[in-house]
């Protein structure tokens, strides 16, 4: 069973930074896309990002080109989010999810990002 479990969620001001970390276990992933998706208070889940883990290459949300980067660590199985240049519009709840084909069927629980104007 795929498991993920995000951390450095956190409470920062505009123009700031934090780093979003996801470990993923149960599976090897080499077949995966894992990705970052956000939901803010009374709006949908959206995508933010995500990463085909076995070549790397990287997709991104017109809202955050530029000022967040996703990334892997293969060996430790781990998922990040660098988010550079936070504005208020970035609070949200992140999950990070797997999709083992062509749907995203592993979340996990989530954690909130607060940023202040």
């Known amino acids: 069973q795929v498991q993920l479990v995000e951390s450095g969620g956190g409470l920062v001001q505009a123009g700031g930074s934090l780093r979003l970390s996801c470990a993923a276990s149960g599976r090897t992933f080499s077949n995966y896309s894992l990705g970052w998706f956000r939901q803010a208070p009374g709006k949908e889940r959206e995508f933010v990002a995500s990463i085909i883990w076995r070549i790397g290459s990287m997709f991104y949300a017109d809202s955050v080109k530029g000022r967040f980067t996703i990334s892997r660590d293969k060996a430790k199985n781990a998922l990040y989010l660098q988010m550079n240049k936070l504005k208020p519009e970035d609070t949200a709840v992140y999950y990070c999810?797997?999709?083992?084909?062509?749907?995203?069927?592993?979340w996990g629980q989530g954690t909130q990002v607060t940023v202040s104007s």
């Open positions: 999810a797997a999709a083992p084909g062509g749907e995203w069927g592993y």
